[in-house]
């Protein structure tokens, strides 16, 4: 028996990043917001305080801040020739639960993407000609611009109290920041943070060899900073325990750090957790949402009636509730047909192991912080000449080695037995000395008619619900541009002083039990026509006008970044187009 | 100091004898809407729903908030319209009465954990305006028997006795001597604020002991600070702006309120008018502070204190820094902190031990917490880091002891709030 409750004007599902943007932009506008969280009520200093936070094992191993595949999990294939089965433990990414979502366990790499990914297709067609893109890769333009969103990237760096040095401002270009970025209209609001040895070596190295190093963008802050909302974050403490856990400091960036202390004292505020949005509904007519349909911890079903529905969870869930929910038409691989799960994406990500004399050097790797890093930028997007290469994307490279934990940050030469006493000495004689940056290599990753998501025919969820089955492999493209960029973090790393260096250029077959990052994208994308894509350039269903779908869902290619500060700067967009445009006019923003 | 109330009970209120009605007062007039708007600014200011709305009741002032007193307990009455069970049938001179002769509507006398002994300087005019805005919230029929003191405690007459000794009734007399703002703060801060409710101490009797002006309280599990101009353990070192603001938003950039002085800031000061608050924050900082107190820290080099330093190294200075400066505006200085240095440790074993949520206000909206350290730390280490952080950059007040800890650690488990 569904209770149903009385009308909202706004549902929002999902409380991270962009959920707690958009109730905070609506509730400005005196709508009656209720977001409806699956997870539970997350706050520093009950969930992650400083007296225990600094666990490995409860929150890098066991995984406590993510969702358990026993309350949703995916299946995984490479290809469709296989049969998916459901990934019983996360693996290649990390999916978070609560409310803050995986704003709570990111690293706060905050980064704003190149004007030239957000004309992708058109640009490399212009540049290398039409021929050069392989004929199953997918990538297209998004429909917006870099231009259209940098007041937008500028909001929500103010609102993080970002740390970092611009590169452009206002066209100009500046020393000691990312000369290829776009132009930004203001500086950080916060100064870089201050480097470790190991990441201050990388950039003496890199800029021997030509490269304009600059500091990593981060939402780990330089200074205590208040932001426009009046919320107060502190200074980072360098703890290095930033990726998977949620900072005990109030030091990173988190929906918690920075909206939710004043969207939580509003009164036309609400947010349910630990209940779970199974559907979305429809009027009879297929082209209205009426709210939405959810479970509570009790397995009480619930019906919220709504005038508008955004869709903030995160991009798996997103496409999945799409699917069931019979919005848009699924895509279809062999027909190239139908928007809801075409051109998902993540991110080809590489590195190389430095092993360093140890008598030379001494890195404190346990020094550190999520976002700190040194990096280049020469070799992502377009800034450099693929003509030559044979593929397209890139990334950034850096020396941004998160942490030094005693778990998982533990690499020894190739050749040391994997335990016992031989393992112990040859780990104590390069923890000190070895530069091991996970993310050393960010790669873009490219769209193909043959990646995408789609409902699971066999395997269903504690509801019955199909289970999202993720068919997803790397192609020549993305291996090449790991080489190629493994290459280059290799002679830096040999400039740096390097005694061995040990290449992990990404290969395949696509792994999802190996880590890579949670920036999966793609499935429900944005652009400029209902037959490219599911959403129009204001992130408004072009099926369902009073239905917004936030996130990185909306990205129609991955570029050689982390997501979140586009994903922040789409979301800000999308509300101003609510509150400018939609709201005085409630209908489709672009017509078809 | 939502329970802040002493010692004994309230409004009785049961019997319905009239009361021949005083000639000559200004009457309540439902229209005169300046009334009634200036009667709900004084409401707040008295912070009357601290008690009288039950906590997470969503019925204002219709009472069955449990005050603890040192005798016993007391629960909060209606204050609604109600005319059974709340105050709608009580005359205007019986309502002003009530708050400002401590009598309740068939002339029993209330227990002063109503603060009448402070109400009594509140004219006339503004009580009037009070029960005009009362009369204007809806009515709740709910019952409550306030009295749940033990007997002999709960005879009422023995307050006779009480008020001989300890209540001095009368208007509030302006100091001729003094500014308009001065004698405006000294105005609310006597009477509607009821500082001293929590900040003087009590006689074994509950009366405010009247040669500890403002030096502090111990009460439910913290110890409202010294709030005379003491430079160490006072206020002596705050400017007039600086506790202004502490009143509006909760917070310096170097304090932050929490506990009931959270609640006193979230419920009544944040409310209050800039001016108001300055006028208080002027009356308080010229209240004399008693003779010097000459504390002197703790050698660095005894163990306790070499112990101390190693567990705020560990546990407390990522927020707190290793210099004590804290972080502005979010996380307290404890360098120079009178907070921290005050006699009765109470309150930093208190937020220690449990944690603690600073306020959230409109200006200040963070509300940073403090997580709880009880099962991280053994009494002795509590008391360690505790006795250090009182004797360290300068700071000076008395070591802690493992026992102290204990039983601070052992009432606070009981506690439900």
Not at chain 1, 269 to 288: H, M, P
Not at chain 2, 83 to 112: C, S, Y
Not at chain 2, 132 to 150: G, K, M, R, S, Y
Request: one cysteine or more.
């Amino acid at each position: 028996m569904t209770r149903k409750l009385p009308r909202k004007d706004v549902v929002i599902i999902g409380l991270g990043w962009t959920g707690s943007i958009l109730a905070n932009e609506l509730t400005d506008e005196s709508l009656d917001v209720v977001a409806i969280e699956r997870g539970p009520w997350r706050n520093t200093a009950t969930d992650f305080p400083v007296s225990y936070m600094q666990d490995e094992l409860r929150y890098r191993i066991q995984h406590e801040l993510f969702l358990q595949p026993s309350q949703s999990a995916v299946t995984f294939r490479n290809n469709t020739n296989q049969t998916a089965l459901p990934v019983r433990n996360w693996g290649a990414f990390m999916l978070g639960n609560g409310v803050g979502g995986a704003g709570v366990h990111w690293n706060a790499e905050t980064w704003r993407f190149l004007p030239s990914d957000f004309v992708l297709k058109s640009h490399v067609t212009e540049r290398y000609g039409a021929n050069f893109l392989p004929a199953d890769m997918t990538i297209q333009d998004w429909g917006v611009t870099y231009d259209d969103l940098e007041p937008h990237y500028d909001a929500f760096e103010y609102l993080c109290g970002t740390s970092g040095t611009a590169g452009n401002l206002s066209g100009k270009i500046q020393d000691g920041g990312n000369p290829f970025e776009g132009a930004r209209s203001r500086p950080y609001p916060t100064p870089a943070m201050k480097q470790g040895y190991g990441h201050t070596l990388f950039g003496e190295a890199a800029k021997q060899l030509g490269y304009k190093a600059f500091p990593q963008p981060s939402g780990n802050l330089s200074k205590g900073y208040t932001n426009p909302l009046g919320v107060t974050l502190g200074q980072c403490t360098f703890c290095g325990f930033c990726e998977w856990f949620g900072c005990a400091n109030y030091a990173k960036a988190s929906p918690q750090t920075t909206i939710l202390p004043v969207l939580m004292r509003k009164s036309n505020f609400e947010v349910r957790t630990e209940s779970e949005v199974t559907r979305i509904n429809l009027d009879n007519t297929g082209k209205r949402a009426t709210g939405v349909t959810y479970v509570d911890s009790s397995g009480e079903e619930f019906e919220q009636p709504a005038d508008l529905v955004i869709l903030c969870g995160f991009q798996l869930w997103n496409v999945q509730l799409l699917l069931l929910s019979g919005i848009g038409t699924p895509y279809n691989p062999q027909t190239g047909e139908g928007q809801i799960g075409r051109n998902f994406t993540h991110q080809t990500m590489s590195t190389a192991l430095g092993f360093f004399d140890k008598d030379k050097y001494n890195f404190n790797p346990f020094v550190s912080a999520g976002s700190m890093g040194v990096c280049i930028d020469e070799f992502n997007g377009d800034n450099f000449d693929h003509g030559p290469l044979g593929f397209v994307g890139g990334g950034y490279i850096g020396q941004v080695q998160t942490n030094g934990r005693p778990i998982q940050t533990t690499a020894v030469p190739p050749g040391t037995p994997a335990w016992g006493p031989k393992w112990k000495q040859a780990l104590k004689d390069n923890y000190l000395s070895t530069i091991n940056s996970g993310g050393a290599c960010h790669g873009s990753f490219q769209a193909y008619r043959d990646v995408y998501l789609d409902l699971d025919p066999t395997y269903k969820d504690r509801f019955g619900r199909p289970l999202l089955r993720l068919t997803i492999d790397l192609h020549d493209n993305e291996l090449k541009m790991s080489a190629y960029l493994t290459d280059r973090w290799s002679e830096i790393l040999q400039k740096m002083g390097a005694k061995q260096i040990v290449k992990q250029p990404r290969k395949g077959p696509y792994d999802v039990t190996q880590y890579q990052t949670s920036h999966l994208c793609g499935g429900a994308i944005m652009g400029d026509n209902p037959g490219n894509s599911a959403l129009n350039r204001y992130l408004q269903s072009w099926d369902v006008p009073n239905l917004f779908v936030q996130g990185a869902s909306a990205f129609p290619q991955n570029a050689g970044y982390n997501p979140t500060g586009t994903v922040a700067a789409l979301a800000f967009w999308s509300a101003a187009a609510i509150r400018s445009q939609y709201l005085k006019n409630p209908g489709p923003l672009v017509h078809a | 100091m939502r329970k802040r109330l002493l010692v004994l009970a309230l409004l009785a209120g049961v019997a319905s004898l009239g009361v021949a009605r005083v000639a000559g007062a200004e009457a309540i007039d439902a229209q005169k809407f300046d009334q009634v708007e200036k009667g709900h600014y004084l409401t707040v200011a008295g912070d009357c729903a601290a008690c009288h709305t039950a906590p997470g009741s969503s019925h204002d002032f219709a009472g069955g908030r449990v005050i603890e007193t040192p005798f016993g307990k007391i629960i909060a009455p209606n204050i609604t319209p109600d005319r059974v069970t709340g105050i709608g049938a009580w005359t205007d001179d019986e309502f002003v009465n009530a708050m400002v002769k401590g009598t309740g509507r068939n002339g029993a006398h209330l227990f002063p954990a109503m603060p009448y002994t402070y109400y009594t300087k509140v004219t006339r005019d503004d009580a009037l305006a009070i029960r005009a805005f009362l009369n204007t919230i809806p009515a709740v029929h709910n019952t409550v028997e306030p009295d749940q003191l033990p007997f002999p405690l709960s005879i009422r007459a023995g307050m006779i006795g009480w008020n001989t000794l300890f209540f001095t009734p009368g208007a509030f007399k302006p100091n001729p001597d003094k500014s308009a703002e001065w004698n405006r703060g000294a105005y609310l801060a006597e009477g509607l604020a009821h500082c001293g409710m929590c900040h003087t101490s009590k006689n074994f009797l509950g009366g405010d002991k009247t040669s500890a002006r403002y030096e502090g309280y111990d009460l439910q599990g913290w110890f409202a600070p010294n709030i005379t101009s003491d430079k160490r353990i006072g206020i002596g070192n705050w400017s007039v702006d600086e506790l202004a603001d502490y009143l509006k938003t909760g917070h310096t950039q170097a304090a932050a309120a929490s506990g009931l002085m959270g609640d006193e800031v979230d419920l009544s000061t944040s409310h209050l008018r800039d001016e108001d608050l300055k006028a208080i924050a002027t009356y308080l900082k010229d209240q004399s502070a008693p003779s010097p107190n000459q504390a002197q820290s703790l050698p660095s080099d005894q163990p306790i204190m070499k112990a101390g330093a190693q567990i705020y190294a560990d546990e407390c200075a990522a927020c707190h820094k290793s210099d004590g400066k804290g972080e502005p505006g979010l996380f307290p200085a404890l360098r120079g902190a009178a907070v921290v240095q005050q006699a009765d440790p109470a309150s930093l074993l208190h937020v220690v031990i449990r944690g603690a949520q600073s306020v959230s206000t409109k200006p200040a909206p963070t509300g940073a917490a403090m997580p709880a350290f009880s099962w991280v730390l053994t009494d002795d280490q509590i008391a360690a880091v505790v006795t250090y952080i009182r004797n360290a950059w300068g700071n000076a007040a008395s070591a802690v002891v493992a026992s102290e800890a204990g039983k601070a650690r052992a009432s606070l488990a009981e506690r439900n709030d």
